[in-house]
């Protein structure tokens, strides 16, 4: 019998459900991200105070799940690592989730309409999709479960890749496009305090494989 996805370590978080995606395996050597060592108790790079541009925020959401990947990668061995490692998945999950969202329902968007290159947008959206199918496998998983180690491995090669592309040749776009990343980044700020607050009271499950007008978060009001 399937078991249930664990209970999330923070109350009145976001949980993510879904199927498995099977056929793919990684060793963990990946997982450092050739990143400084940090605290395991405050893995998290804090986001920028007051106004940011949209880049600015965006790249510190990848420093923070860079760094959420670093720590995961350090808790071998330690006499808690399962439960630490339960607990960090949560977080990177539902950062991944509300990160993903924010550049889909605003980044990407304006990214399209001022660049009006369709092709680079539609390969970010189908890297996203893998993402989140790797997610909802990580969500229905336990540490010390077969091919743990290597979900997370695998999720933390694709988020890379697309994290680079994404700081490297959507960035240079969105600059040569003349975007206003000022309001763009206003826009993002408000939409993830939105998502942050909105999140189910009675502690539900969000699938993170169903449509988007399935979930429980509130999509944003068209411009």
Same mark, same amino acid.
């Given at each position: 019998?399937?078991?249930?996805? &664990? ?13 498995? &995606?099977?056929?793919?395996?990684? *060793?963990?050597? *990946? ?15 804090? &986001?920028?105070?007051?106004p940011?541009?949209a880049?600015?925020l965006?790249?510190? @959401? ?14 071998? /061995? ?9 607990? =960090?998945? @949560?977080? =990177?999950?539902?950062?991944l989730?509300?990160?993903g969202? =924010? ?7 304006a ?5 009006? @290159?369709?092709?680079?947008?539609? %390969?970010?959206d189908?890297? *996203? ?8 496998? =990580?969500?229905?998983?336990?540490? /010390?479960?077969? *091919?743990?180690?290597?979900t997370?491995a ?9 994290v ?7 960035? %240079? ?11 763009? /980044?206003?826009?993002?700020a408000?939409?993830?305090r ?10 539900g ?13 509130? &999509?944003?009001?068209?411009d």
């Amino acid at each position: 019998m399937p078991r249930a996805a &664990r209970p999330c370590a923070r109350s009145q978080r976001r949980r993510l459900a879904g199927s498995p &995606r099977h056929g793919r395996h990684r *060793h963990e050597s *990946h997982l450092a991200f050739n990143l400084p060592r940090r605290s395991h108790g405050n893995p998290g790079t804090p &986001r920028p105070d007051g106004p940011a541009d949209a880049l600015t925020l965006l790249r510190a @959401d990848h420093e923070r799940i860079r760094q959420l990947f670093g720590a995961f990668a350090r808790l071998r /061995g330690m006499d808690d690592e399962d439960e630490r490692k339960a607990g =960090l998945i @949560d977080e =990177l999950c539902a950062e991944l989730i509300t990160h993903g969202l =924010l550049e889909e329902e605003i980044f990407y968007p304006a990214l399209r309409a001022a660049s009006g @290159d369709d092709e680079m947008v539609d %390969e970010a959206d189908i890297e *996203h999709a893998g993402v989140r199918e790797l997610v909802a496998q =990580l969500e229905v998983m336990y540490p /010390g479960d077969e *091919h743990f180690e290597a979900t997370v491995a695998v999720l933390a090669e694709e988020v890379e890749h697309h994290v680079a592309r994404e700081e490297g040749e959507m960035f %240079e776009a969105a600059r040569a496009a003349g975007l206003d990343l000022d309001r763009l /980044g206003h826009k993002l700020a408000e939409r993830r305090r939105q998502l942050e607050e909105d999140i189910d009271p009675a502690g539900g499950v969000i699938d993170a494989m169903a449509p988007r007008e399935g979930m429980r978060i509130a &999509r944003r009001a068209p411009d």
